[in-house]
Structure formats: C-alpha cells, structure tokens
C-alpha cells in the first residue's frame, strides 16, 4: 500500500484514479483551501469506504485534513505529524495556473497567486530530501498549464517553463481530449514515475475513442455549435471543419467568453 499526499486536492482525483487502479491506500492527506472542495472530498471519501472496501479503510482517513489547508501554512513541522517518510508515498498537485495561463493577466511571477506556488517548491523539495535520507520510494505527479506554447509572453514561454522543469523535470504534454473528453484541455505533467520521452512515445498512440462527441452532454433542445476551423497543435486534432464539435475549447472562467454559445 501507499501513503497519499494530495494538495490543491480539488475533487481528489488522484485518489480517484489509484482506487479505480486498485492500489491499496495506507494513509490519505489532503488539503486545499476552497471549503466547497472539503465539502466534496468528505463526501466522496464516504463513498469510497463503500465502493473499495479491501483498498482503503476508516483508519487510513482519519487524519485526512490533519494538514494546513492553506498550502502557504504548510511546513516541515506539519508534515512530520503526518509521519513523512516513513511509508512509500505519492504526492499530487496541481498548483494554481492562471498566473501562467494565456487566459490570466500574464503576471507570472508577478502575480499574488505565485506566493502559493514558491510554498509548495519548498515543501516538494523537502519531501524529496526526506525521502532520500529515509530510503522510502517517493513519487509525485503534478498538473499545470502549458506554459511553453503561451503565444502571449515570451517570458513565460520560455522563463517560467524553465523554472517548472528544473523543480520538477520534463513534463509531457497531453490534451484531455485525446482520451475522450468533450472540452480540450492541455495541460503539462510533471512526474518521476516513467522517463516522460518514453511515456510520450507510448500516449502518442493512443487515439481519441470513436463517437465522444460534444452533443453526448448536452441537455434537451441544445445543440453544438459547428466547428469553423481546425484544430491546431497543441490541441489535439478532433474536429472536423463544417461538422458539429466533438470537443469544445477549453472550460475557463474569462469573463465575458462566448465560446460556447
């Protein structure tokens, strides 16, 4: 079994994706700052004690939120009452990414939401140097925007991206809608579980499912918009000029967007 670290936990997904892999759960930290997330996880954990009852237990929650749900609180001392080190441990992320995204204000470094991104590289490299000193296998998966094809600044283009992979290596590249999803969403994942040029290799195989189309989500008397031009790298190529879209643009929160209308 592992121990699971989940920060900007969100919906829990990484837990999500274990469980339904059937790997068995020793202990589970989450943490995250929106209530209405919490809120969610308390939820959703309940429901996973019921659906995998040999892979996680009442014992392996009963710490859940034992951590600072502010990731800028987070220090060696909390982690330690987590009892960092001792157990082979995955960490996932997702750090915010407006302040790197081209649908943000491009702030970068600048950006009051980079406070939350320099506490965790502190706290990830903290649990990268115990895990070493202790032995234990360590392993993380982090999600964020894909800075290096931002065509607004060539600062981030190139700086940020730099920055990213030298705090957590080379990342690859996947758009959600490769793999089904109704929306594209591209994203970079850092990660030291397999050589990421390899992974890469073996995901550009894998081809969208046949019939996952947007209208498969749409409610009574709505339709999709028709698709008016091609996808372009690096979104991956699903739509098809003068049919009706098989994946929408990617689901922000700019103010004023008409994009799915």
Same mark, same amino acid.
């Given at each position: ?14 837990? #999500?994706?274990?469980?339904?892999? /059937? ?10 700052? =929106?209530?209405? &997330?919490? %809120? ?16 996680? #237990?009442?014992?392996?929650?009963? /710490? ?10 987070? =220090?060696?001392? &909390?982690? %330690? ?37 320099? &506490? ?142």
């Amino acid at each position: 079994g592992v121990t699971v670290y989940e920060l900007y936990g969100g919906m829990a997904s990484g837990l #999500d994706m274990l469980l339904k892999r /059937r790997c068995k759960i020793n202990k589970y930290y989450y943490c995250d700052s =929106s209530d209405e &997330s919490r %809120a969610v996880v308390s939820r959703r954990l309940k429901q996973y004690l019921n659906d995998y009852p040999t892979q996680i #237990d009442k014992e392996a929650i009963e /710490r859940v939120f034992l951590l600072p749900q502010d990731v800028t609180q987070l =220090s060696e001392t &909390s982690l %330690a009452r987590s009892d960092l080190g001792q157990t082979p441990t995955i960490l996932f992320a997702g750090p915010e990414c407006q302040p790197f995204s081209t649908a943000g204000k491009l702030r970068a470094f600048n950006d009051y939401r980079h406070n939350a991104l320099t &506490s965790f590289v502190d706290i990830f490299n903290h649990m990268k140097d115990t895990f070493a000193l202790t032995g234990m296998p360590f392993g993380y998966l982090i999600e964020n925007v894909n800075m290096q094809h931002n065509w607004k600044s060539p600062s981030i283009r190139q700086d940020v991206f730099y920055a990213f992979c030298a705090a957590f290596g080379k990342p690859v590249c996947l758009d959600a809608a490769q793999f089904g999803a109704r929306s594209h969403r591209v994203r970079n994942w850092f990660q030291n579980l397999v050589d990421p040029t390899l992974l890469a290799d073996v995901l550009s195989d894998i081809g969208r499912p046949p019939n996952h189309l947007v209208r498969d989500v749409m409610g009574p008397n709505r339709y999709p918009v028709i698709c008016n031009q091609p996808d372009r790298h690096p979104f991956y190529p699903c739509n098809t000029v003068g049919q009706p879209l098989a994946a929408w643009p990617t689901f922000t929160t700019k103010l004023r967007s008409d994009a799915f209308l």
